[in-house]
């Protein structure tokens, strides 16, 4: 039995899951490029604004802590709740600042996401090589023999990108302790 025309259609339709899944995960790619450089930018921006914060604080501190010393009328105890202010604002500013941190963890996931597609896009390139054309006369067991060879391949490579990809995402020394993803 010869059976070119089931053949061709099943080519074709791997061909156009191969071509139109490649397409699609270029653009997922440059989309998570993309993503990638605006949380980087806020991040920047961010961490900026917080030290500015905590600068424009800490020079307010001082100002009050001299005019409290100018008074006579000032308290100890006022004096003691102004600097535990001050601890406190410098705590607040300090957690938020480490909150920050969670960027890297960000990243490492987009990173990984975009790898992922980049494999799976060799993968699904696999699909559309010409490497595996059967001639019109192919018999049923050469057909079946090739799709066994095909599917070992893919699987292999399935593997191969998921065992490389497969790691958490790891951020240390937070405030709040270590801290793993996936």
Do not use: C, Y
């Not at 993503?35 to 424009?56: G, P, Q, R, V, Y």
């Not at 008074?71 to 601890?87: C, D, G, I, Y």
């Not at 938020?96 to 990173?111: H, N, P, R, Y």
């Amino acid at each position: 039995m010869v059976i070119a025309p089931v053949l061709f259609e099943f080519k074709r339709l791997l061909l156009d899951v191969a071509g139109g899944s490649g397409l699609q995960l270029t653009e997922v790619e440059t989309d998570l490029v993309q993503t990638n450089l605006l949380l980087n930018e806020a991040i920047t921006k961010l961490s900026s604004s917080f030290f500015d914060l905590h600068k424009a604080v800490a020079a307010q501190q001082t100002i009050v802590a001299m005019i409290v010393a100018q008074q006579t009328a000032a308290t100890p105890l006022q004096v003691e709740e102004l600097k535990q202010s001050q601890q406190a604002i410098d705590t607040h500013v300090n957690s938020a600042v480490t909150g920050l941190q969670f960027q890297d963890m960000t990243s490492q996931l987009i990173e990984r996401t975009l790898k992922r597609v980049v494999g799976l896009r060799d993968v699904l390139s696999f699909l559309s090589s010409n490497s595996w054309d059967a001639a019109p006369d192919t018999d049923l067991e050469e057909m079946h023999a090739m799709l066994q060879t095909i599917n070992q391949t893919m699987e292999t490579r399935l593997i191969n990108l998921e065992n490389g990809l497969w790691k958490a995402v790891r951020q240390t020394h937070m405030s709040s302790g270590d801290i793993d993803l996936f």
